[in-house]
C-alpha cells in the first residue's frame, strides 16, 4: 500500500517529536491521539474505539503500533513500521470489566525496558482515559509520567507542501458539498435530504479523488436554532424566510477544511443582511491583516476593532488551527484567534476562521478556511463569501409564472 | 422542542441509576458519556470534542448540565431540564494551556455543596481524560472519587418499548441504506463512491423520517483488505473477481441497528461459499438458541460448536450490546457475546451479532442484530442474510447479449 508521505516526511515528523521529548525530559512518549498515530506512522483506521498507541522511544529508530489483534494486518500496511515493532493483544481485552489493553501494554514496555523511564502521555486528548493512566500507572510503578499533552500537535501547527496540496483537494471537496448542499436547500425540503446531499459529495469527491469522512457531521441549524452551532440536523422542512447556517468540511486523506455559510431561504431580514455585512467585512480585515510575525491575538484585535464600530462583541474565540484530524474534532488544539493567544504566525500555517456571532434566538455564520503565506494569507476555498440567498425556484414569481 | 421520550420514561432511568449509585455508595455521579447525557436528559448535540457533563446528585430531583457557553442554549432546547440548572463555562476555558472546564465545574460542585462527597466519575470512557479527572481532584481535595465506568450502560442494556420502536425505524433506514450501498458495487465503481452512496440514504432515511449519523462511518474492506475489518474506504476501484464487506448501521435519533454482509463481484470463489455457509448456519444456530435465562457465555457455545464442525474457531467476541450511542463505537460496552461472559438474556436487550471471521488475507462478515424477546429472539433488519453476489449488469454474457 503507498503511503500518503514519502518516507522521509514522517522520518522528519519523527525527528521534531524526538526534539521536543528532549526538552522535556521525556524519554518514552505514548500517543494515543488518533491524528497524532496517523502523523508518525501513517496508521489510518477506525480502530480508535478501542485502546491502541504508537510508543516513540527517544533513542529507537522505529516507533512501536500497539492495538487489537484484529487491527494490527492495518498497522501492517498502513504504517511505515516494521512488522517487528506491530504487537497486538488478544480479544478478551476488548470492552472487558477484568483486562485492561493498558495492563498488557505496560507489561511490554516494562519487558523492553522501558519501565523505568520518563514517559510521557497525552493527558488531555480524547481517548486517553483516565482508567488508562491509572492501569499504566499501576503496570509501571518506577516509570515516572509527564504531560505531554498537545507535543505533536505543536509539530503539526506548521504544515509541509504535501500537507497543503492535501488541503487544497480538501477545498474542492467542501465547495463542491457546500454548493450541492446550498443547492438543495428549499422551504418544504427536509434538514436531512440536505445533510445527506452534503454528505454524498463529501464523501464521493469528484471523478479525479475521492472525500473522506470528516471529523465533525454537517451542521445545518435552522431558524432560532442558528443560536445553537452545535445541534444536528432534523427531519423537519425548511420554512420560507428563514436562516439556515451550513457548516461543513471538505475531508482529502483526513486533512480538513472547514467552510461555514448562512443561507436566507427568500429575502433576507434586514438584520440578518446587517449581520451579514459586519461578519463579511471583518473576515475581510482578518484575511488581510494575517501574515507571518503577527500573533493571534492581534488578528483578534483585528476582528474586535472591525466588529466594534458596529457596536458588536463576541464571546467565543474567531477560529483555530486545523489540518489532519479524526472525530470529534478537526481542530488541533494548539493555536486559537483570541485574545492572549501569542501563537506567532508562520508560514504554511492553517486556520479555520469561523467568526460567528450567536444571539438568544439567531446567528450568523460565514468562515473561511486559509494558509499563512510567505507575505500574507490565502483562502483555500473559492465559495462566494456572503449571506447565500436562495429563492425557491419553484415559487410562482408576481408576474404568475414559475420561475 | 419536542424530546423523543415522554419525561417519564427520563425520570424512570434516572431512579435506576440512583438506585445503582445507592449500591455503590456513589452520592453524586460525573456523567461525560455523551450517550449516557443523552440517555438521562435528552441531550443531543455535536457537543462532546469539549469538556462537558451531567451531575447527578442522588437527593436532587434534577440533572444539572454544565458546558460551554454558546451549547447552553442547546441544553435549554434539548433537555427536561429546568433552565436554572443549566451552567455553562465561558470561551476561553476552551482548549486553552492555562484554563481548564474542569476547574470551573469543580468550583461550582464545591459552591453547591458536593465538594466532600463520594463521587462517581466514568473512568474509561471517551471524552473523560486523565487530565480532566486530575483537575477534579485538584479542585475537590476533600471529595472521595469512585469509579462509574458503565453504570449508566447497565441501565441502558435494556430498551423500553420505545427505544425498540426507534430501532425498528434504524433498522429500516439499515436496509435501505444497504441496498442501494450493494447495489452501487461493481466492478470499476470505486469504493468512495458506494460509500457516498450508503452515506445518503443513511442520512436521508425514508420519506417518513429522516436519518441519523452513525457512531462509526460505513466500513468497506475489499480484496485482501477483507482481513483488517477497521480500515475505511479509499478512491481504488472495485475488481472484478473480488470480494467487499459492507458493514454499516441504520440510525435514528441516535439508536443504531448495524448490518453486515460481504459481497462478492462477479461470481464468489469455492472458498468464500463455503465460508458464508458456515458463518450463516452459525448465525442461524444462535439466533435460534438466543432466549431469555441464557448468558451471552451460552451464545457463544452455540456458535463454537456450530463451526468447530467445519475445523474452524474464532479469537474475538461474536457481537455485543447495542443501542444509544455517538462516536466512535455504537457498542455499549456492557455485554460481550464470548465466552466468561456471564450476563444473562432479558427481553429487550439489543445486540449486534457479527461472528466475522478473518484470515490473513481474506475475511468474512456477515451480522444481525437482535432483540431478545419473551420467549427467543427477533432479527430487526430483512436484507437476505447470504453471501450476496453482484453481476454487473454491464457485462457481456456468454450469449454475447448484454444482460
Not at 67 to 91: C, H, L, M
Not at 379 to 403: A, K, M
Request: aromatic share 10%; charged share 20%.
Amino acid at each position: 500500500m503507498v503511503l500518503p508521505f514519502d518516507i522521509l516526511e514522517y522520518q522528519s515528523r519523527l525527528k521534531k517529536t524526538k526534539e521536543r521529548m528532549a526538552d522535556k525530559g521525556i524519554e518514552v512518549l505514548l500517543i494515543t491521539d488518533p491524528a497524532n498515530m496517523n502523523y508518525l506512522s501513517g496508521y489510518d483506521a477506525w480502530s480508535f474505539y478501542v485502546h491502541q498507541m504508537l510508543v516513540i522511544m527517544i533513542d529507537e529508530p522505529q516507533p512501536i503500533w500497539i492495538g487489537r489483534f484484529q487491527d494490527a494486518n492495518g498497522a501492517r500496511v498502513k504504517t511505515w513500521i516494521y512488522d517487528e515493532n506491530i504487537i497486538s493483544y488478544p480479544d478478551y481485552y476488548v470492552h472487558s470489566s477484568v483486562y485492561h489493553p493498558m495492563d498488557f501494554i505496560s507489561e511490554i514496555l516494562t519487558q523492553i525496558g522501558q519501565g523505568t523511564r520518563n514517559v510521557g502521555v497525552e493527558m488531555d486528548h480524547y481517548y486517553f482515559t483516565a482508567m488508562a493512566l491509572d492501569r499504566l500507572k499501576r503496570g509501571m510503578p518506577n516509570a515516572n509520567f509527564h504531560d505531554a499533552s498537545l507535543l505533536v500537535n505543536g509539530v503539526r501547527i506548521v504544515k509541509s507542501d504535501q500537507e497543503i496540496e492535501y488541503m487544497k483537494r480538501a477545498a474542492t471537496i467542501a465547495d463542491l458539498a457546500m454548493t450541492k448542499g446550498v443547492e438543495s436547500i428549499r422551504a418544504g425540503g427536509r434538514e436531512c435530504d440536505t445533510a445527506a446531499e452534503i454528505y454524498y459529495h463529501m464523501v464521493r469527491g469528484t471523478s479525479e479523488f475521492g472525500g473522506d469522512y470528516p471529523a465533525i457531521v454537517p451542521l445545518l441549524p435552522t431558524g432560532e436554532n442558528t443560536s445553537i452551532p452545535h445541534l444536528t440536523w432534523t427531519d423537519r422542512p425548511f420554512v420560507e424566510g428563514s436562516a439556515v447556517i451550513v457548516e461543513l468540511a471538505g475531508c482529502y486523506k483526513r486533512y480538513h477544511v472547514p467552510l461555514a455559510r448562512t443561507v436566507s431561504i427568500g429575502q433576507p431580514s434586514e438584520r440578518l443582511n446587517n449581520l451579514s455585512s459586519v461578519v463579511t467585512e471583518g473576515i475581510q480585515n482578518v484575511l488581510q491583516a494575517a501574515k507571518p510575525g503577527m500573533t493571534c491575538s492581534d488578528l483578534e484585535e483585528v476582528w474586535g476593532k472591525s466588529i466594534q464600530k458596529y457596536g458588536f462583541e463576541k464571546e467565543s474565540r474567531l477560529g483555530y488551527s486545523v489540518g489532519l484530524n479524526y472525530p470529534p474534532d478537526w481542530g488541533e488544539h494548539t493555536a486559537s484567534i483570541r485574545k492572549g493567544d501569542n501563537t506567532v504566525l508562520q508560514p504554511n500555517m492553517t486556520f479555520h476562521l469561523i467568526p460567528a456571532l450567536w444571539f438568544d434566538s439567531d446567528g450568523i455564520e460565514i468562515s473561511e478556511t486559509f494558509r499563512v503565506t510567505e507575505t500574507g494569507s490565502e483562502r483555500f476555498t473559492t465559495y462566494p463569501q456572503e449571506l447565500i440567498v436562495r429563492n425557491d425556484p419553484f415559487n410562482i414569481s408576481s408576474n404568475g409564472q414559475i420561475s
